[in-house]
């Protein structure tokens, strides 16, 4: 079909952008006219398959481009299986979602991938298929038709990278295919794998080392950035980008809000290299972005980019070229926990100053907990010089603090990927084990156990004083615990991030509304903040955000300013009460009991937070 017989709407969207994408792609893929063609015709054939009411959709946000913005956006991550055993049980519990006021639902990955070779269902084997056990596609198209008539937005990963071995490309590459074994990196010598060793750092140095693997199939060697049943995927390939970006289409097709681009910084390779953020990767970013905008323009791109913001912040692009929706705000929920042992704020205004910095068109998405592990990417630098405090040791006292192996500890984590050498393990545990409330309870210690629920409360309302979306890991609303059984399953025992996976206990959110209940004190306090969140404007991601002094390094203290509203919020990450500090002796109004006060020195409980609002 020639574009004189475009549709006239999706005409004029591929116009907005044909300049920029032709020159990019061109450029990228050395003049390649025909994978071109086959691009720009793939594109129209997926635009017409989208069904009309998510064009509807499409028209809608495309009117308000802003329209994940604001103060109104709540999300949840979740594992199908765990949560509700299928897609299907997803959707009967639509209600209860609503009900932890939720209008974001993420799913982990779902799509098809080999039992006990998936990583978590992030080594794909088709991109088209849910895994068997969780449903099938048009059981997720239900879900998310469903989910958009209750205004919840579906999230899906899209993992990049890679393929899993049993991928079709992957076995035809095995098979000796050429086509598919272009789609990879096969070497047939160490030569080059070797140069890459040099410079391109391992992501599991202790359970996967190397970036390479021998394919005895294929009598070759094989790039595997990951893990060996995870082949990297070769971007300088046009069949590749053109293949993939059409799965991605695909799955937005069914419905899917928002795409998670899964390892983003990790899709270029070139020898020489650490093969991390290389520029092509921001090139791929902004085609994807462009054709969002053409195909499905109501979809957003949320960018997997687990570093410190001055590499995550490029993933936005720029006002003019903008690339990702959202991206994470990993540091800052390593540094709130790196707060919460040592009681000492300092490094996380000093992040969060860095934060607040950025353009405020700049969308995060806050959270304390997620299906990962804690890795300690805190400023060392910054530790070093202020604290004298050195890399190694610290993160020892961090991850010895957070197991409980701290004298006076209560909290009950695990250490995944544990190098004694290198001092380098990072951290796992649910929020409410992390936070004491396992350990109190297993105590029957209610002193120890009321402390607990209030820091829950405080890390939750840090979460919610910050700009952007924040997103509550399925389970944390109810204060569910760790999941130690994990230790007795073949498949799991071997990695300690399940220690924080488990089954929704039903049963404990069935008593979500007892206020007498550890699981509804925690449910009522953290709705009781999305309540006020939405409520009041100062919440709203347009506002100015600043550091507050408060003269005591135990209270942190946040300021928002947005027409005419004022927030100052304080957080107590001392097991005494404090006192905040501040230069501000005007009247304000306490959000959590109505009363007013003035600013100029605020008590705030241990472990606990004070919102003081005020209109102009």
């Known amino acids: 079909m020639s574009n004189q017989d475009w549709n006239k709407e999706f005409a004029a969207r591929f116009e907005r952008h044909a300049d920029e994408l032709k020159w990019l792609y061109m450029e990228l893929y050395h003049g390649d006219k025909k994978a071109w063609e086959y691009f720009t015709g793939m594109l129209y054939r997926m635009w017409e398959s989208r069904p009309e009411n998510l064009r509807k959709i499409d028209r809608e946000r495309e009117a308000c481009p802003a329209w994940y913005r604001g103060h109104s956006m709540v999300g949840m991550l979740m594992y199908v299986k765990a949560f509700a055993g299928t897609l299907q049980g997803v959707r009967k519990r639509l209600d209860y979602i609503q009900d932890c006021g939720v209008n974001y639902l993420h799913l982990m990955p779902l799509l098809e991938s080999p039992e006990g070779r998936s990583d978590g269902g992030y080594a794909v084997s088709d991109f088209r298929k849910v895994q068997p056990e969780l449903g099938t596609m048009e059981d997720l198209a239900e879900l998310a038709e469903d989910c958009h008539r209750k205004g919840i937005s579906l999230c899906l990963d899209f993992v990049m990278n890679h393929t899993s071995e049993d991928h079709e490309w992957a076995r035809r590459a095995r098979a000796g295919e050429a086509d598919y074994q272009n789609r990879y990196f096969f070497y047939d010598t160490w030569d080059i794998p070797n140069w890459y060793e040099q410079t391109v750092p391992q992501v599991f140095p202790t359970t996967a080392p190397g970036n390479f693997t021998w394919c005895e199939e294929a009598k070759k060697i094989v790039m595997t950035t990951f893990y060996p049943y995870q082949w990297d995927l070769n971007y300088a390939n046009p069949a590749v980008f053109n293949d993939m970006t059409e799965n991605m289409l695909y799955l937005c097709n069914y419905g899917v809000d928002i795409i998670r681009l899964d390892a983003v910084p990790y899709i270029w390779k070139a020898p020489g290299t650490t093969c991390r953020n290389l520029p092509q990767v921001h090139t791929l970013v902004r085609m994807m972005r462009m054709v969002c905008e053409i195909v499905c323009p109501g979809t957003l791109l949320l960018g997997e980019v687990v570093m410190e913001p001055s590499r995550v912040v490029p993933y936005f692009g720029t006002v003019q070229k903008p690339e990702c929706h959202l991206l994470y705000n990993v540091t800052t929920m390593a540094s709130l926990w790196h707060t919460v042992a040592t009681r000492n704020v300092k490094l996380l205004e000093h ?50 603090y957070f197991t409980g192996k701290y004298p006076g500890s209560r909290a009950r984590g695990e250490l995944y990927n544990d190098d004694p050498r290198l001092g380098d393990a990072r951290l796992c545990g649910t929020t409410a084990s992390l936070c004491g409330i396992e350990s109190a309870r297993k105590d029957n210690n209610e002193k120890e156990l009321a402390e607990a629920i209030r820091l829950d409360g405080m890390l939750h309302a840090l979460m919610f004083t910050l700009s952007g979306v924040p997103v509550l890991y399925s389970g944390d609303e109810i204060a569910q615990e760790n999941d130690n059984a994990y230790h007795d399953d073949l498949l799991k025992a071997e990695d300690s991030r399940y220690l924080h996976r488990g089954d929704m206990d039903w049963q404990k959110a069935e008593k979500r509304k007892d206020p007498e209940a550890t699981e509804g004190q925690v449910f009522a306090e953290i709705t009781r903040q999305e309540q006020l969140r939405r409520k009041y404007g100062v919440f709203d991601d347009g506002a100015d955000v600043w550091i507050q002094d408060t003269g005591n390094d135990q209270v942190l203290g946040i300021g928002r300013y947005y027409l005419g509203e004022k927030l100052l919020a304080v957080f107590n990450f001392s097991k005494e009460a404090q006192v905040a500090w501040i230069h501000d002796e005007t009247m304000y109004t306490d959000l959590e009991t109505g009363r007013r006060c003035k600013a100029g020195s605020v008590k705030v409980p241990a472990g606990g937070f004070r919102w003081l609002y005020k209109r102009f």
């Open 351 to 400: 992040q969060l100053g860095q934060v607040f910095a950025l353009p405020r068109q700049y969308t995060f998405l806050n959270y304390l907990r997620c299906h990962d592990d804690i890795g300690w990417g805190l400023d060392f630098d910054y530790l070093r010089w202020n604290f004298a405090w050195e890399q190694v040791p610290h993160k020892r006292y961090l991850n010895d």
